[in-house]
Every structure is written in structure tokens, then in C-alpha cells.
């Protein structure tokens, strides 16, 4: 079989991907930039001053200096693990970028594994400050500066690795991984062949076979994986005064790609102006909330922004915005167009986990917290999004339709043994069917008559007879759609959903009039 086939057929459901076959090499879906973050279970502040009056049985006015030490112990630390390793301890000021420091290191010190560099920078972070009372002082929760180690690790599994230590109370702990650093090295052990740049593979020989491995990326052992590489670096979580010093470790952001190559770039340069051009003047927040499997709902508090850089190095960028969630669109070298979801905000999302209701366990859709757990259900969730993305670009160019599929569009049908007319293509009531129909906030549950009536109609109905009159309108024109293939019956439902005849024809019927027909007046004038 052919190698170019293999993740096509597998992404056989992605529209995107099989309109553009002779264009496209291969689809990744992979998770780039993973930060976790580790809590000592110290969460609120009386639990805080429990543990210093029970815990470590000393007076509170005593902590911070007692901490203060416990600083300089980290400090300490890392000096002389940079020492043992034979690798630069870097104290910066001001701004720097430490990927860009730590990246010059690797090409001047080429190194295989272990550590690459120590680099402790000032930063204002959430530590344990004295409040002075009438009857006892209490230690309260505050931000303050303080020294910030970073350790930067070539992992032989997980690639380059940083650990983040605040030196001061409660020695919150984060730890960044990339899932493509983390490919490249199963790819390697399976002796499968592949070319990296950055954090993006342009060359894959077995694209099902890596698929496979990066599916494995989140059922890790996280928890075990992390407290190693905490302990790594905090020699202070072995002392008994921590009571063990384990961490309590959540998925503070999470990165899911979906790469897909192309063949030339001659091929996606012509292609990606109109993907963004699309993506910017037809996606609205209804669609964006979609996207993310979520609906408009009149509760909803949040704000969908759209935003989009052109003068972006080296290419331009579209961003959606839904609350602390992205999606991005963005091209790489020329040859990769990634859709990224990004993850900051789980609770808009739901897992199903097992839970206690009126005095019985039961397995509901829940909203989804930051526990490592529930990272397998992340990945659900962003491999979705980005595929639904990919779908609804996919009726944008090149224009598929031929002048004799729109031309059948013009004829009248039979359609359950009945004459049912011909679609009027420059019509304003046709066209504004099209644009119902096509609507994003249809694609994850289909639609409803109802949803057809309230597009099509400003004002609801005056009397149930009014009403009864629109549902059966509605009625004939969604037959009508059908009649087409343009439209299909869900089974079982009341609900219908857009085939992929009807997404390339609808589509392209609007594209020619309200795009192409509309510039062409526009430069005429």
C-alpha cells in the first residue's frame, strides 16, 4: 500500500482531507506544549496554619524565616547539580527568552541526555506572607518576587524538558513536555524513519504507525512520571517535615495538534489565503462555540473573539477565542496548515466519571477538571474540535462543483414519487435557505425544522396558525433539499444533516454570489 494512503484512510471521515487527497501527503493529530502543574495539598490557608501549628509544631511568626532557609537550601541545590553535571547556572535580569538561551547551549554543547542548564530568574509568584492580628498572627496566601529555578533536561523519553521551582513556600512545581519531542524518540526506538523541524514532523515513512504512537502520548503515567522528575530537582520533598512531599499534579494547559502536509508548498500557499480568508468573514461565535462541541446557550457569560495576524513570522494566523480555550489556524514552513485547540479552561468541557447523587453512585457527564486523569479525555476533545474545523473548511477551494452538478441543481426532480421543483441559484429566498442549513451550529446534532424556521423568519409567529403555516413551509423546502441530495433524513430522528454533495454545492453557490459575483461589482464600480 501506499504510504500516502494509509493516514488518509484512516481520517476517511475527515471531508478536508479526502476533497484534497492529490494535494495532501499525510494528517497528523498529536498534543505540542504540555504544562503541568504540581500542588502541595495546602490549598487554603487554614489548612496552611494547621500545618504549621500541628505540623511543623513551631510559632508563626517563625515560618518565614524557617522558609527563607529552605530557599537558599534550593538555591544551593541547583548551584552545585549544575556544577556535578558540567553545565552553565545562568542568574538572569530583565526579559530574556530561556528557550532561546537554552536552545544556543545545545548547538554550542551538543549533548544526548541529561542536563542542559540551570537559569534562576526573579518572578512575582503565590507564597505565604505574615499578617499581624489583635489576638494571633495568621499566615495568609500572596504574591511575591522570588527566585525561580528552571532545569532544562534532554529526557530520553520525553526530549527536552524543563522543571519550574519557586524557591519560596509552597514550592509549587511545573513541568513542561512537548508531545513531538516526545514522538520523535518512540519514533526512533521503533526504527521508524521521520524528519523534525521544531515541533513538526515534514517526512513520516509509516504515518499510520506514528499515529498509533501518539495516540499513547496521554495514557503515560503521568503522576509517577512527574513526582520523579520533581523530586529530580526539589531535594526538600524527601525531608520528613513535608510528610512525604508528594504533589498533587493537574494539566494546567495542553496543546492538541492537527498536521496536515502537503505535497508542494506551491499547493498550500494557494490554498491557505482563502482557508484564512474564509475562516475570518464566515465563522461566527455560534460556529466557533460548535467547534468546540458546545452550543449558545442564554446562560452563557463568556465572550468568542476572533482574531487574525497577518504580519506574523513566518505566516499568518487565525485565532478563536471562547473564554481561556483557542483555536488556531496556522501554517509551518510552507508545507504544514495545523488547527491547534488549546486547553486552559477544562470546565467547559464534560467527562463522564462516576459520581454521588441522592445517595447513589452513579456514571454522569460532569463537568471536566485540571486532574492528570482525565487527560485521555482531553485529547477526545481537541482531536474533535480540530476535525470539525477541518470540515467546515473543507467546501472553501478549489470549488469542486462543475457547471453541470449546479446545472442539475436548475431541473426539476422526482422525489417520492412526486415533481418537486428546480432550486433557483441567484434567488435571494434560495440563498438564504443555503445560508440556514449551512449554519455551524447544525454540524454536531443536525437540524430541526424549528431551527430552519427561526433563521428564515425575524419574528416568531403571531397565533399557532401562523406557526402551523412556517412548519409546513419549512417541510416542503427541506424536502425540497432533499430531493437534491442535498440534504439527508437522520434515522429515527426529526432531524436532518448536510451531505457532502450538498456542503461542495450550497457552498459553492454562495461563494459565487456574495463573494466572487460581489468583488467582481465592486472593482466594475
Not at 515541533?199 to 496521554?218: G, H, I, K, V
Not at 506574523?312 to 471562547?322: D, E, M, N
Not at 462516576?354 to 477526545?380: D, H, I, S
Not at 409567529?461 to 425540497?480: G, I, K, P, W
Amino acid at each position: 500500500m501506499d504510504v500516502a494512503k494509509r493516514p488518509l484512510e484512516q481520517n476517511a471521515m475527515n471531508r478536508f482531507v479526502e476533497r484534497f487527497t492529490s494535494s495532501i501527503v499525510t494528517a497528523l493529530g498529536c498534543f505540542d506544549r504540555v504544562i503541568f502543574k504540581g500542588y502541595l495539598p495546602l490549598r487554603s490557608e487554614g489548612q496552611l496554619n494547621a500545618f504549621v501549628d500541628h505540623g511543623l509544631k513551631i510559632r508563626r511568626k517563625d515560618f518565614l524565616p524557617f522558609v527563607e532557609r529552605q530557599s537558599q537550601t534550593l538555591v544551593e541545590y541547583a548551584q552545585n547539580l549544575a556544577q556535578l553535571g558540567g553545565v552553565p547556572y545562568l542568574h538572569l535580569r530583565g526579559v530574556h527568552s530561556k528557550e532561546k538561551i537554552v536552545r544556543e547551549l545545545l548547538q554550542q554543547r551538543p549533548t544526548g541526555e541529561g542536563l542542559v542548564a540551570v537559569l534562576c530568574a526573579m518572578e512575582t509568584c503565590r507564597t505565604v506572607k505574615l499578617l499581624h492580628g489583635q489576638q494571633r498572627p495568621r499566615l495568609v496566601f500572596a504574591p511575591r518576587p522570588q527566585r525561580v529555578l528552571y532545569c532544562y533536561f534532554l529526557d530520553p523519553e520525553l526530549g527536552l524538558i524543563h522543571v519550574r521551582l519557586q524557591t519560596w513556600f509552597p514550592f509549587t512545581t511545573q513541568v513542561y513536555v512537548n508531545g513531538h519531542d516526545w514522538l520523535a524518540r518512540q519514533l526512533q526506538q521503533h526504527r521508524l524513519g521521520f524528519v523534525q523541524l521544531d515541533n513538526a514532523f515534514t517526512q513520516l515513512d509509516d504515518p499510520q504507525q506514528a499515529q498509533a504512537l501518539a495516540d499513547r502520548f496521554p495514557k503515560l503515567p503521568w503522576t509517577a512520571i512527574l513526582q520523579g522528575l520533581a523530586r529530580r530537582c526539589n531535594p526538600l520533598l524527601s525531608q520528613p517535615w513535608l510528610g512525604g512531599g508528594r504533589y498533587y499534579w493537574v494539566i494546567d494547559q495542553a496543546e492538541y495538534s492537527t498536521d496536515v502536509l502537503f505535497r508542494a508548498r506551491e499547493q498550500l500557499a494557494l490554498l491557505y489565503p482563502r482557508l484564512l480568508e474564509h475562516a475570518c468573514l464566515h465563522f461566527a461565535a455560534t460556529d466557533i462555540l460548535t467547534f468546540l462541541g458546545r452550543r449558545l446557550h442564554p446562560c452563557f457569560d463568556g465572550e468568542v473573539l476572533t482574531t487574525c495576524k497577518k504580519d506574523r513570522l513566518p505566516g499568518a494566523r487565525i485565532k478563536h477565542r471562547v473564554q481561556n480555550n483557542w483555536l488556531k489556524m496556522y501554517d509551518k514552513f510552507g508545507l504544514l496548515l495545523r488547527i491547534e485547540t488549546v486547553i486552559n479552561q477544562p470546565r467547559a468541557f464534560k467527562v463522564r466519571r462516576w459520581c454521588t447523587r441522592q445517595g447513589r453512585r452513579q456514571l454522569l457527564w460532569l463537568p471536566m477538571n485540571k486532574g492528570v486523569a482525565n487527560f485521555y479525555r482531553y485529547r477526545e476533545v481537541a482531536q474533535a474540535s480540530n476535525a470539525r474545523y477541518l470540515e467546515a473548511l473543507s467546501v472553501v477551494e478549489p470549488l469542486p462543483a462543475t457547471a453541470q452538478e449546479l446545472d442539475r441543481l436548475s431541473k426539476p426532480v422526482r422525489f417520492r414519487q412526486r415533481r418537486r421543483r428546480a432550486l433557483n441559484l441567484l434567488s435571494p429566498a434560495d440563498l438564504e435557505l443555503f445560508r440556514a442549513v449551512l449554519l455551524g451550529q447544525h454540524r454536531l446534532h443536525g437540524l430541526r425544522n424549528r431551527d430552519v424556521a427561526e433563521h428564515l423568519f425575524a419574528r416568531p409567529a403571531a397565533n399557532r396558525q401562523e406557526a402551523r403555516r412556517r412548519r409546513t413551509r419549512v417541510s416542503r423546502l427541506l424536502q425540497l433539499l432533499c430531493a437534491h441530495g442535498l440534504l439527508a433524513k437522520i434515522p429515527r430522528t426529526h432531524r436532518y444533516r448536510v451531505t457532502a454533495q450538498g456542503e461542495t454545492l450550497m457552498g459553492a453557490v454562495l461563494y459565487v454570489r456574495y463573494k466572487a459575483l460581489t468583488r467582481e461589482l465592486q472593482e466594475a464600480a
